[in-house]
């Protein structure tokens, strides 16, 4: 992640001005690790339209963060596949312990996320963690990879 600063970013996203709003919101997320709040303003600047829109793209797409990402991210699948399998059991064990996958809780720098569909469902219940795709997870086994990849 590289730390914020309006000039830095204002010269990335000036290159690529052209390409709309949510490119530019991507953009943003792979230089810094999320989108600050200020960046919006940034962002509406660069791209010539209000905050209001810059705002409205930002918090309809999921990915997009608004602080900066946990070490290590889990996404639990809770599509129909994978809850008819158990992952509704996950979600459950996962928030006993004190993450709500629902909300996005970060625990020990470890977040856990819900998503739908991963498309592995032949091997439900699915999981991605840090974007690497797990099949017939548990809580257990999520929480052991996660610790091992903080390591």
Do not use: W
């Not at 409205?56 to 399998?85: H, M, N, W």
């Not at 840090?130 to 990849?149: W, Y």
């Amino acid at each position: 992640m590289t730390p914020y600063s309006e000039d830095l970013l204002r010269g990335v996203l000036s290159q690529h001005s052209s390409k709309g709003v949510l490119f530019a919101l991507q953009t943003t997320q792979e230089v810094l690790g999320y989108v600050p709040d200020s960046s919006l303003n940034v962002i509406a600047d660069v791209c010539n339209v209000s905050r209001a829109e810059v705002y409205g793209v930002f918090t309809f797409y999921s990915d997009l963060r608004k602080t900066p990402p946990a070490q290590v991210v889990i996404k639990v699948c809770v599509a129909e596949s994978c809850q008819a399998v158990g992952s509704r059991t996950v979600v459950d064990e996962l928030h006993a312990r004190g993450y709500d996958v629902h909300a996005g809780t970060i625990q020990d720098d470890i977040a856990c996320e819900q998503i739908f569909c991963l498309g592995n469902c032949a091997l439900s219940p699915a999981a991605l963690i840090n974007g690497v795709p797990m099949g017939r997870v548990t809580a257990d086994a999520l929480l052991q990879a996660a610790s091992e990849m903080k390591q």
